[in-house]
Nanobody
Framework: QVQLVESGGGLVQPGGSLRLSCAASGSIFVIYSMGWYRQAPGKQRELVAAITGSGNTNYADSVKGRFTISRDNAKNTVYLQMNSLKPEDTAVYYC???????????????WGQGTQVTVSS
């Protein structure tokens, strides 16, 4: 079994910062990519940022220059540093990991439970 546990969401004023964390645990053989998605009310889930095992990153245009994704491979943990937050960043943020379990021969996608980020004055 694999679990992704997120933390760090909350309420912040516009222009403020938050840092999200997501730790993967369980019968993991290797984690390929990790990332963050978000879903605002009435909208589809969208990619915010992703990072490969070698550190290559990909960002949504709307967060470039404001958000930074990083990863600690030793801890199976991914982080999302969010600066200069805007009201339109308000959403539930979900952690994603593409990984192979010890008992499997192919990778699968796993998701965290989601953490609420609200940007409001």
């Amino acid at each position: 079994q694999v679990q992704l546990v997120e933390s760090g969401g909350g309420l912040v004023q516009p222009g403020g910062s938050l840092r999200l964390s997501c730790a993967a645990s369980g019968s993991i053989f290797v984690i390929y990519s990790m990332g963050w998605y978000r879903q605002a009310p009435g909208k589809q889930r969208e990619l915010v940022a992703a990072i490969t095992g070698s550190g290559n990153t990909n960002y949504a245009d709307s967060v470039k220059g404001r958000f930074t994704i990083s990863r600690d491979n030793a801890k199976n943990t991914v982080y999302l540093q969010m600066n200069s937050l805007k009201p339109e960043d308000t959403a539930v943020y979900y952690c994603n990991a593409n990984l192979r379990r010890i008992t499997n021969t192919r990778p699968d996608d796993y998701w965290g439970q989601g953490t609420q980020v609200t940007v409001s004055s």
